[in-house]
T-cell receptor
């Protein structure tokens, strides 16, 4: 059973601070890793993808992947109130499977 | 910017009725998916579709469910005889040239079974 675990939060950070979101996954052969943002009642919106160990930066967002530790993280710099949402970690295991396995999500609240 | 489009945005149906949820994936994408999210729960995979056939399905996707690509643009999910527990948000997604690449989601159809 493939599992993706996230701290459900809520995680509260002040405006302008760095928000750090974490995710672990159980399937060691997982190949592709994604962060989605989901506002209440809306669909998942792709924020970042990462496929190899290390850091990947896109604007205020940095994704970090450590396959040895089976750990993915998302850093949001200069957090804004509009970043308040639930952040979903999703993993594709590969080995012939292309389905996304989602975590339950971490609810982020950015306090003005 | 290309996007995945779903219709209707909200559907209310009586238990036992058939429903068809419709999706128009991004035009040059090759892989199509249906996911669902029951209120307060995680997003769950239902089925993936590639080259005009189902490539993978979950335990949720039983005989009551079917998918079809009736023409070059639409992708549909049919639930033959709806149950109360089918009430959820249903999301269509598509991805491009490889199954391991980024999947983009439509805005969802909220299905309410009464």
């Amino acid at each position: 059973q493939k599992e993706v675990e996230q701290n459900s939060g809520p995680l509260s950070v002040p405006e302008g601070a760095i928000a750090s979101l974490n995710c672990t996954y159980s399937d060691r052969v997982s190949q592709s890793f994604f962060w989605y943002r989901q506002y209440s009642g809306k669909s998942p919106e792709l924020i970042m993808s990462i496929y190899s160990n290390g850091d990947k930066e896109d604007g205020r967002f940095t994704a970090q992947l450590n396959k040895a530790s089976q750990y993915v993280s998302l850093l949001i710099r200069d957090s804004q109130p509009s970043d308040s949402a639930t952040y979903l970690c999703a993993v594709i295991s590969g080995a012939g499977s292309y389905q996304l396995t989602f975590g339950k999500g971490t609810k982020l609240s950015v306090i003005p | 910017e290309p996007e995945v489009t779903q219709t209707p945005s909200h559907q209310v149906t009586q238990m036992g009725q058939e429903v068809i949820l419709r999706c128009v994936p991004i035009s040059n994408h090759l892989y199509f998916y249906w996911y669902r999210q029951i209120l307060g729960q995680k997003v769950e995979f239902l089925v993936s579709f590639y080259n005009n056939e189902i490539s993978e399905k979950s335990e949720i996707f039983d005989d009551q469910f079917s998918v079809e690509r009736p023409d070059g643009s639409n992708f549909t999910l049919k639930i033959r005889s709806t149950k109360l527990e089918d009430s959820a948000m249903y999301f269509c997604a598509s991805s491009g040239t490889g199954g391991f690449t980024e999947a983009f989601f439509g805005q969802g159809t909220r299905l309410t079974v009464v």
